[in-house]
């Protein structure tokens, strides 16, 4: 199967010109690696990423919040173009993240406020490999920071990179040399400490 | 975006040949009918539909039991070949279905024991067109009966058919002739009677 | 902690009075055999058994579809009165059951439609022991012939009676005699047949 | 129906002692102000807050991320013990939260790293009333720097005391007085930012 990379951020429809670029860019550059874009079907900087892998004949599967399409579109103001298939799972926006990070080999942190930040969270505390696009602002500012107040070595794995090619090259390679061996903290029958050892979680820049 | 067809059924790896063959060609009609997949990740007959979908270069997809792939393979023993992509709920076999049912425009049941029931229910319950692959035994012979002993018009439409291809050719109409003007019971804001109207549920056949 | 039994069964408003009479009955067992009671918060069957429990002082937990107090009155168009505590899943009107099933050691059938039959289906795919209270219509009169259609050993244990009290008290002694061993199909790491073996489902009458 | 609290922080058991005896205090609070605590089932500081409420004879629900008693002590080593009821949600420990927090008309922070700067950051999405144990530790100091950078008016209050009794209090009245207008984000069928209205999220001192 082919990785998934899912992309999670702001999901306004108030972008910046230059994140939204970077977002779309960012899409592209999943797709030209040939990788699965996973979204939340939201609007914002995911939707950006989803056109950005859609136009270059990338496969995009959306995880939606709603429990049907009609939810989808009229309750969550969400949209359909640009997906190649939508997920139900009607457990709401932040319900419905935990299946998206979950479904990720690795995920893409793209500006955002108080929901990015819980997707970053869980996708920590869930040991997940995750990149940073910096220069796209809301909560990707603060993450440094939260890792060493977080002190909590889970497995996850952080890259920072202001170029979304770039960033996917390294998140790639990454994955490929050691992430995989121990992708999240739902690795065997007990979740324990000594499940994604490897030293402490390292930051590469 | 393309429809999703749902196929629940025996997930067993004790498939009597007959059933196998004609899952197998379901699958392929599917995928020849340019539609999505949908299977819940198991063996049995659904990994049989899958093998024939990606036998036509169909694109597939698996809503898993699992919390990540390592429970998927080894909780769950679960196939990865032939599906294009894995949704990793983590809210086990049947917690699963209820998201893999919201997420086909209609499901096929083939074969099957208690699961599957469940399956039908759930589908039936939530107004779906649900297309029964006659033939394949199991609780298949039991569903018209059912229907007369629930008593409950959903919104439901249930089609019989021994033959795939037909079936899947049937479904498609239907769909696009009626059953897109509701497709499940998640319509509006308030589910109630109202929202699944135009008749009693009728079963052709 | 206490032993928790759900009650699951016909939702709507059209009870027939014996039912309601008996639903309530059963409500009332549940409260004098110091268990703790999980309905779907719903109305019908499952309604008439909390005001039995509330009316015996016991304790009411109900297991909400909506994603807060407001989805649950207004969409769901579903109660408060006779419960403690309303959980808030979000999950729609199925996702919600699964939930219900896996938190209660036991479940009780109470008349019921497809829905009921969903819950049906899934208590006895997950292994679990099973009340059927009969002489409250619907599906319960199928369970015994669906069965010997499954033809699967999945764990579960089922029990008949026409009294509800006499059903709890022989739910409760089972239990502790023998299914609180194997209390569901979710008991260790690995998913298989040998978890749940003991000969052969039999049906206690 | 009583209100309900959650308590969400900590789940090691690498507790500073007067942590652990804050966490106390808090949950003997909330029983004495007769609500209900709302726990993840886990181990930590919600546990010490468990078996507060649990000596002043309060009602305790944990919401386990396992999808049976066996996976809750064997899988996720989490305690039985001072609960009244563990609801067997299977969603692992992030999914869990979700349905704790919509459970829970308002919820308490204490301490913890990078699951409750999750649990933090879904309540702030969600529009929740959120009270911080100052004094605690972890994430809990770093929250009104985050709510700055995260610019963001989700209909979510925030109220910080190092006091838990005076914390409990202070929740307590504004959720009467203010916050049950809107108690969440999901309060009717369309979602946005004019359910929530009702000035700026200010945070009181």
């Known amino acids: 199967m082919k990785l998934k990379i899912g992309v999670m951020g ?6 910046p010109e230059k994140g939204a670029k970077l977002a779309f860019e960012l899409g592209k550059a999943i797709a030209e690696q040939d990788a699965v874009l996973i979204t939340g079907g939201c609007p ?28 989808h579109v009229n309750k ?3 949209p359909t173009e640009h997906h190649d298939v939508l ?3 009607g457990s709401g926006l932040m319900g419905r993240e935990v299946v998206n990070i979950r479904s990720s080999d ?24 995750i990149g940073i696009l910096m220069g796209t602002g809301g909560i990707t500012t603060e993450i440094k920071h939260l890792v060493r107040v977080i002190q909590k070595d889970t497995g996850a794995k952080l890259i920072y990179d202001r170029d979304p090619r770039r960033l996917i090259r390294r998140l790639w390679q990454y994955y490929h ?4 061996k121990h992708p999240s903290c739902f690795l065997n029958d007990r979740l324990s400490p000594k499940n994604h050892r490897g030293g402490p979680e390292s930051i590469t820049e």
């Open 106 to 129: 690795m995920v893409v942190i793209v500006g955002g406020k108080s929901g990015t930040l819980g997707e970053f969270a869980i996708a920590y505390d869930e040991g997940k490999l």
């Open 76 to 78: 969550y103001h969400s």
């Open 87 to 89: 997920i139900f799972t």
């Open 177 to 180: 040399r050691e992430h995989y």
């Open 10 to 15: 702001h999901a306004g429809s108030d972008l």
């Open 44 to 71: 914002g900087y995911p939707f950006e990423a989803a056109k950005g892998a859609a136009s270059q004949g990338g496969l995009v599967i959306g995880i939606s919040p709603g429990l049907s399409l009609w939810e």
